[in-house]
Structure formats: C-alpha cells, structure tokens
C-alpha cells in the first residue's frame, strides 16, 4: 500500500469530483479536507445579448477566444436571437486567435482555423502568438471566461488596441467563511498541500487575501511549508502569476494523476 501522503493535511480547493480525490487521498493515509475556493459560475445572459447585438453590427479587425464552452455558449446564444449567420459572417471577416486545444476545436466545428494560437494552452502562450502582429489601432474583441485575464487585456491596450471585452459566464465569489477559514488553516501551518484544480480558485483565494491583507503571509507560507499542487499549465501560471514558484504539476492535466505527482513528490522527500 502506498502510504506517501500519511500525516499529510491535503486541501481541495475545487467545487466537482471532491469524493473521488479524497478516496484517492484516502488510500494513501492522507487527510483530505475540501475547502471549495471556486464559487458558482452563471451564464451573463442579458449583458451578452447587448455584447453580441453589438458585435454583428461592428467590425472587428480580431476576434480573440479564450474557450471552447465560451465559443459554445455564444454561438447558442446568438442562434436564440436569431443573429446566428450575422454573428458567423463577423467571425469569419475578422482574424482569429485562440487558447487552447478545445476553443481550437470548437473553432473547427464552424470552420474556423486561428490565424494565432498558443502551444501550451496558457494565457501567456497566447500572447506570444500575438506579438508577431500590429494591433495599433485594430478593433478587438476578447472573449473572456468568468473573469477577466488582466495580462492579455493589458497587453493589447500597451499594444494600441482598442479593446472589446465579452464575458459569456461570470464567476460568482466563494463563501467569505470558507476562504478565511482555509487562509488561517495554511498561515496556522496547519495544510501540508493544496490542490487547484483551476486558475479561478487562485484569484479568488488572492483577491479575497490582498482585501484581508493575508497576500503577503499566504505565499510565504507556500514557498516554506505549504505546497501548492496544480492540475495544469494554466493553473500553474495561476500561482505564478500570484508569486508561487514552489509548485507540483503532473504531465497528464487530469485530477487523479495531480495527486500521484503528490505522492511522488512526497515520497521523493523521504528517501534523504
């Protein structure tokens, strides 16, 4: 029996597939606690129907898409509105980027192919594909998910773009009760690991603490005692972006796999 995570304190901080992590976590003596710091998300109805009446009357030199669920959701909207061929003709007239291999393909279904998009699904990985062009003075639309990504915004904004931010789903805060607790559990010492399993239980956890003013107390504690586990590129860039360098990160991006990395890096630790 593999016992790599006996003694060890292992948060969830995600909101799905709690169970089936914490009977992993189980099996390896560890004490799983879940501590949810991703609150619930909503679709942005009314706000995006202005958005979309906008976007199939404007012209847009690029059209910037972050995820496929995103693609998805507007095009199902925009079909609701009965706006749907108008919506194509702008998607199809304006250059395309993308992040990631599902926003890729969900792209693909309406036969798209991305003038730029990232190698390794990250926000910044999708910057680096932008850079070989001109947006001086270039009309862009960015399709957000739930929250903003305040490094591409701000690097199209540097850049002279005039920017047309639309956000399909918006990210409602978790409970204030939860993230406290969880922040005084980690600055007490008593957290040995913390899985994220997405890069809006990072913000959420950082814009709750820079309010209470923990920030400062929160990273020191994850670059001494506390490890921070991320189930991916995008979560790991997360952490960075926040200060966090001391990180585990499998090479398969699936939640089971994450807490393996766990216990091999544990288990590494014991042998010296």
């Given at each position: 029996m593999n016992v790599s995570l006996l003694n060890k304190t292992v948060v969830l901080a995600a909101s799905r597939k709690t169970n089936e992590m914490s009977k992993i976590i189980e099996k390896q003596q560890g004490t799983p606690l879940v501590r949810s710091l991703q609150g619930t998300v909503f679709l942005n109805d009314q706000e995006v129907r202005k958005d979309l009446?906008?976007?199939?009357?404007?012209?847009?030199d690029w059209m910037i898409f972050t995820t496929g669920i995103g693609v998805n959701a507007l095009l199902d909207m925009a079909k609701d509105m009965n706006i749907k061929d108008q919506y194509l003709k702008s998607i199809n007239e304006a250059t395309i980027a993308a992040r990631g291999y599902k926003t890729?393909?969900?792209?693909?279904?309406?036969?798209?192919?991305?003038?730029a998009k990232d190698d390794d699904g990250t926000i910044k990985g999708l910057i680096a594909s932008l850079q070989p062009y001109d947006f001086n003075g270039k009309r862009v639309m960015v399709q957000l998910h739930g929250e903003n990504a305040p490094s591409l915004l701000e690097y199209l904004i540097e850049e002279g773009a005039i920017v047309f931010p639309i956000l399909p789903y918006k990210h409602v805060d978790p409970k204030p009760e939860t993230v406290e607790r969880f922040c005084q559990e980690v600055l007490a010492g008593e957290i040995d690991a913390v899985c994220f399993t997405a890069a809006i239980q990072?913000?959420?956890?950082f814009k709750y603490a820079k309010e209470k003013r923990y920030s400062r107390s929160i990273v020191d504690a994850f670059m001494t005692h506390t490890m921070a586990v991320a189930v991916g590129k995008v979560t790991a860039e997360a952490l960075h972006e926040e200060g966090i360098d001391r990180i585990v990160k499998?090479?398969?991006?699936?939640?089971?796999?994450?807490?393996?990395?766990?216990?091999?890096?544990?288990?590494?630790?014991?042998k010296y």
């Open positions: 009446e906008r976007d199939v009357e404007e012209n847009y890729f393909a969900a792209l693909k279904k309406i036969g798209v192919t991305p003038t990072v913000r959420s956890l499998p090479d398969l991006e699936r939640m089971g796999a994450m807490i393996v990395e766990l216990s091999n890096y544990y288990e590494e630790i014991e």
